[in-house]
Every structure is written in structure tokens, then in C-alpha cells.
């Protein structure tokens, strides 16, 4: 057996997502973000719905969290909460046939891509990349993952997000411009997947900011739910 070498500086944690009803976690590679991938969300954010390529950005692995708290981060007063359905990967490789590509997929869960809407802004505007937007500490809230073995491939279903008991996001997985094989073959064109992977899958329209103390409830029908207090 292989010994570990000795690390000049402590090895950083690996990140381990709970798998609901196991003791076994899911161990975390990378994490893919798909942007504008409802068309209702594309039109309120001043976008063309149409058919695009679409387009992606990534957060960090160390970006998600489970324990259902979100400290509201630094440089910002407009935080805003999107709604995604979380794939999870087992598989990977490059140039993914589409008809191959939910067999690379171990899992589900319901996450929340925080962005920080006044910096994505003005990153935007400067054509900057969106890094300080969106993979910030927290950013990424996850609910526990559900093997595709107990709960199959999602295709529709409802997929929304309620602050403080009044509903803000209201969708249907079945409203997605690039359905979940299609994400998998063309992130797999620009990048190697691989097992462990997360992919973050778009929001429907609804999104809006969050003060400290608010209470988001969120969910993707037959899936997971998932609670967060701003802190
Ligand atoms: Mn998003």
C-alpha cells in the first residue's frame, strides 16, 4: 500500500457532503455552476432566453456547506438566493456521449447558488470574471445528496425557495433549457469530469435578496428539501 508523503503544511480537510438515510458521505472533486438555464430567470435577469451555448463558472468545493447557516458575507448588501437542483457525480471523462451521460451521475440533492448581485454587477459591466460574486465563503448551501439508484432522474418536478414562509422562487425541473444529460456532455467538452464532481444546475425566475435572521426553506419535489437561517 501506497504511504502518504509527509506535507510540509497540514492536508487541507477533504469536503464530504452527508448522504441522506447513510452514514457515508460523498467525497467532493470540483463544483460546476450552469448560468441562465431557465428561460423565465434568463428574461428577469436582461437576457435572451433563446437556445445559447450554454455557459458556466465554478465555486469552490470548501464553498459548500450543510449545517444550514449562511453568515451573511462581507462587501455586499445585496445577497441574493438561487434555487438549484444539485447533480453529483460518480463518473466522468471528456466528450460524453448524451446517452451515456446519466450514467455518470450517483446522485441528487437541492442547493442554493448565494450570489453577491452588486459585485456580479459591476464585474459584468468591467467584463470581469465572477469569482468574487459567487464562490465565497458559504455560497453554496446543500442539502444531503439522494442516490439516483432510490429516486431515478429527476426530469420534472417543482423546484422552489420560500423566505420567511412566503414563496420567492417557483419552477419546474421540466422548464430547463439544457436538460441534465445535455449540462454533462458540454461541460464535458470544456472540462474532464470526473467522480465527485458537483454540478449546480440553474435557477427559475424569483430570485431576490436576503437580510441576516431570514429563514429560506427550499426544495425539488421528489428530491431533497433544504433550511437555511441567514446569519
Ligand atoms: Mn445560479
Redesign the pocket.
Given at each position: 500500500m501506497a504511504t502518504l508523503p509527509v506535507t510540509v503544511i497540514p492536508l487541507p480537510a477533504p469536503v464530504l457532503l452527508p448522504v441522506a438515510g447513510s452514514d457515508a458521505v460523498f467525497p467532493v472533486r470540483r463544483v460546476y455552476?450552469?448560468?441562465r438555464n431557465y428561460a423565465d430567470h434568463a428574461i428577469e435577469m436582461g437576457h435572451d432566453p433563446s437556445r445559447e451555448p450554454p455557459f458556466f463558472f465554478q465555486k469552490n468545493p470548501q464553498n459548500l456547506v450543510t449545517d444550514g447557516l449562511f453568515p451573511y458575507p462581507p462587501l455586499s448588501s445585496n445577497v441574493h438566493f438561487?434555487v438549484?437542483l444539485v447533480m453529483a457525480l460518480k463518473a466522468g471523462g471528456n466528450d460524453i456521449a448524451v446517452d451515456d451521460a446519466l450514467n455518470c451521475v450517483w446522485g441528487y440533492g437541492v442547493g442554493i447558488?448565494f450570489?453577491r448581485r452588486d459585485l456580479q454587477d459591476g464585474l459584468k459591466k468591467a467584463g470581469r470574471s465572477w469569482e468574487a460574486a459567487k464562490a465565497f465563503e458559504a455560497s453554496a448551501p446543500v442539502s444531503p445528496l439522494v442516490p439516483a439508484e432510490k429516486i431515478g432522474h429527476p426530469q420534472q418536478g417543482a423546484i422552489w425557495l420560500d423566505v420567511n414562509g412566503k414563496r420567492k422562487q417557483s419552477g419546474d425541473l421540466a422548464q430547463m433549457i439544457w436538460k441534465l444529460p445535455e449540462i454533462v456532455v458540454e461541460l464535458s467538452k470544456l472540462f474532464t469530469l470526473s467522480a465527485g464532481d458537483i454540478i449546480?444546475t440553474?435557477?427559475p425566475a424569483g430570485v431576490g435578496p436576503i437580510l441576516r435572521c431570514d429563514r429560506i426553506l427550499c426544495a425539488v419535489e421528489g428530491v431533497a428539501e433544504l433550511e437555511v437561517e441567514v446569519i
Open positions: 455552476c450552469v448560468g438561487e438549484e447558488d450570489t449546480m440553474g435557477t
